[in-house]
């Protein structure tokens, strides 16, 4: 059986074969890191240095970027020009959340403008139809339009 197996985040492509069934081929090629959706402009609501870490992101804005609880993210700060790496994590849905955990809450302050974005591993074939998924929000990070 052969099938298309690739890894989201920050895997390296090398390391795919050690995701394979047992029986099942790797594709072979070229496999390319790109943007699979990003949150745009989303506006930092809270930032809580004593917590674990992590990104809590309104349940709403997650699901319409297609980002998983615990997935990796990088943000980048329209403000000061700062970006981050760190991990997604659900927050109350509806509520508009955007709140830095841990060492980045020293990343931004809240009413800071960000992007939040989210990677994935395609292959040559796949990229040729790829689109990123774009998600607009406004000052209260409520969705615009996605796209």
């Given at each position: ?17 050690r ?21 745009h ?7 809580h ?6 990104l ?16 990796a ?10 970006r ?14 955007v ?31 790829h ?15 996605a796209?």
């Amino acid at each position: 059986m052969r099938r298309n197996v690739r890894r989201t985040g920050f895997v390296c492509p090398k390391s795919l074969s050690r995701i394979a069934g047992e029986g099942e081929e790797i594709e072979e090629g070229m496999f390319r890191q790109m943007l699979r959706s990003k949150i745009h402009r989303a506006t930092v609501t809270g930032a809580h240095l004593e917590y674990e870490g992590s990104l809590t992101i309104d349940q709403d804005l997650m699901e319409a970027a297609g980002i998983l609880p615990y997935e990796a993210i990088i943000c980048s700060n329209l403000n000061n020009g700062e970006r981050f790496m760190t991990y997604a994590i659900n927050g109350k849905r509806g509520n508009g959340d955007v709140i830095l955990n841990g060492p980045t809450a020293r990343k931004a302050a809240v009413g800071d403008q960000i992007i939040i974005f989210c990677y994935e591993y395609y292959g040559e074939e796949e990229i040729k139809k790829h689109v990123p998924k774009v998600v607009r929000v406004n000052e209260k990070n409520h969705i615009v339009n996605a796209s």
